[in-house]
């Protein structure tokens, strides 16, 4: 069972450089560009999914101070840009190819459709050259590319994957007390990919914290715990290196965040909670390591139900994770995490996900203090009570209500989401 957890780290702890929705266009693109013998660019033709458009519509792209769905794809097909850097495709983005983007934007060649399909992700992007015509289509998961035709002939297909995630296995076998039990017993020495995840979006984070990005909610909220108008405790610890690693993500800086199932944000949110209470309780790596993989798990096991896209927003179910690997660095036991799970999603089931943005780092801040209270709570023997709303009565069962919500409430909610939004344009 040992390997199963952790191929599913493996399979759902990618590097991501930027906003992943507005990334897989942009993957989806230079798919198409590195199957093309052309020259020169006659027209591009995107379709996705209402989620993709929503969470790629005001969300600044790595390396430039643009947003859009226009921008993403024109520098996929960029000469420069490799597919098989995956998540960090726009990783070699420099002023030359940006002024090359704006150039073909300006000439019109892109054209944006909603894709008619039930997927929540689904990217397809045709591109017609002085030479030929490809197209590609990513879906279920931000990598998952399903096919690709030239001139109207398939050169690659693959099949609808298992899971939503876009994984070629199935994570049924995951449970919370299966999960418990692998962080107790696994070798430190194959938590590597915790140990760089750490590293990773600690990196993001303080750049956030130096530089000037977004809402600077990060930064702002460090600024007054020093100056003492905040506190000093651990919940502002978390709030303020959390937040500014998406504050710095969502204005496109160019590091890498390790993501968690597709999602950057989430990746953040699932792991510098964690490692901003264990630092400030000065707490050995070793636990810090297996309180993060927890976290990771938890987060992986939630998503894989809530969904790849959603109308609501997945920092909750990140943040529910980090709640339980912060109960785990409090000495919390089994029972507690649970605990911490029933509380979090009583407290934060009903944010709204209203597309990918410098301001989602106010809704990460937010979840990351939100889940320091729900792990302190259960510590003293406090949980919200089965029956009160969507809790049930096991952490297991308010997590089927709360993934329930996701994925059959979900769709005219997003569709009046996307509405309001388009509105705004």
Not at 327 to 341: E, P, R, V
Request: proline share 2%; charged share 20%.
């Amino acid at each position: 069972m040992e390997e199963q957890y952790l191929k599913a780290l493996e399979e759902k702890l990618k590097p991501a450089i930027g906003c992943t929705e507005p990334i897989a266009i942009a993957l989806a693109g230079a798919l198409a560009a590195s199957n093309s013998q052309g020259s020169w660019i006659k027209a591009i033709n995107v379709k996705a999914s209402g989620n993709i458009i929503k969470n790629a519509m005001s969300v600044i792209i790595p390396g430039t101070r643009d947003t859009g769905i226009v921008m993403a794809v024109l520098l996929g097909v960029l000469p420069k840009v490799h597919s098989h850097q995956q998540l960090e495709v726009l990783k070699g983005v420099d002023s030359v190819m940006i002024t090359e983007a704006k150039r073909l934007e300006g000439l019109g060649l892109v054209t944006l459709e909603v894709a008619d399909t039930p997927k929540k992700l689904y990217i397809e992007v045709i591109l017609t050259t002085d030479k030929d015509l490809v197209r590609t289509v990513i879906q279920d998961g931000h990598t998952n590319l399903t096919l690709v035709e030239v001139d109207g002939l398939v050169v690659f297909t693959k099949d609808d994957l298992v899971s939503q995630g876009g994984l070629d296995f199935s994570l049924d076998f995951m449970t919370l007390d299966g999960i418990i039990e692998f962080v107790d017993t696994i070798d430190l020495d194959s938590l590597g990919l915790i140990r760089e995840s750490i590293r990773m979006n600690r990196a993001i984070a303080e750049e956030g914290l130096r530089g000037s990005y977004g809402l600077e909610v990060g930064k702002t909220a460090r600024k007054y715990k020093d100056s003492g108008m905040l506190g000093q405790g651990i919940a502002n610890q978390a709030i303020a290196l959390t937040a500014a690693g998406s504050d710095a993500r969502m204005s496109g800086v160019m590091l890498p965040a390790m993501s968690n199932s597709g999602s950057g944000n989430q990746g953040i949110t699932a792991t510098l909670p964690v490692v901003a209470v264990g630092e400030k309780m000065g707490l050995e790596e070793e636990k810090i390591i297996r309180g993060a993989a927890l976290s990771n798990l938890v987060s992986i096991y939630i998503k894989d139900r809530f969904g790849v896209l959603s109308a609501l927003c997945g920092a909750t179910v990140a943040a529910t994770g980090a709640s339980c690997g912060i109960t785990y660095l409090l000495g919390g036991d089994g029972a507690q995490i649970k605990m911490a799970i029933k509380n979090m999603i009583g407290n934060l089931a009903g944010i709204v996900c209203d597309g990918a943005k410098p301001g989602c780092a106010f809704k990460v801040a937010n979840c990351a203090g939100s889940a320091v209270n729900a792990a302190l709570l259960p510590i003293d023997g406090h949980q919200i009570g089965g029956g009160e709303g969507i809790v049930a009565g096991t952490a297991e069962e308010t997590i089927e209500n709360f993934c329930r919500i996701s994925r059959e409430a979900s769709t005219d909610l997003d569709k009046i989401i996307l509405d309001i939004m388009v509105g705004h344009e």
